[in-house]
């Protein structure tokens, strides 16, 4: 392969735009002894690639699982917490509302009740009126 069509491919490598057979073509390239001085630097970084390319990790990675999934129950048991204090909370406090209601209720009818049974015994007087009334005018 000629040497100006090397340092193309060369460059077109540094500027990350060579393909994978210019890529191949540069790591056989470099692969051998008689280099010219100028290019022998980058010499290393291709048989390194080279050699790096055939490593294979053959040791097993043992899956744990994580130590800090207690985190994760901690926070779902702080949310249920919070979601229960409201809903009881609201509902706690419904019923106070409620309590609250029936005693004014309670207050107004009995203040009903007390009128009605004032006004009940005028009623009363004025039926003992009536009969007297009609017992005069039978009377006569």
Known sequence: MELSNIEKLLERYFEATATVAEEEM???YFAKEDLPLHLKE???MFQYF???REEKFTR???LKPRKKSYIKWISIAAVSILIFGIYFGRSYQEQKEAEYAYQETKKA????????GKGTEKVAYLREFEETKQKIYNKN
């Open 26 to 28: 540069l790591r056989e």
């Open 42 to 44: 980058y010499a290393p």
């Open 50 to 52: 080279s050699i790096a």
């Open 60 to 62: 097993q990675v043992p």
């Open 109 to 116: 009818l009995s203040l009903l009740a007390t009128n009605l």
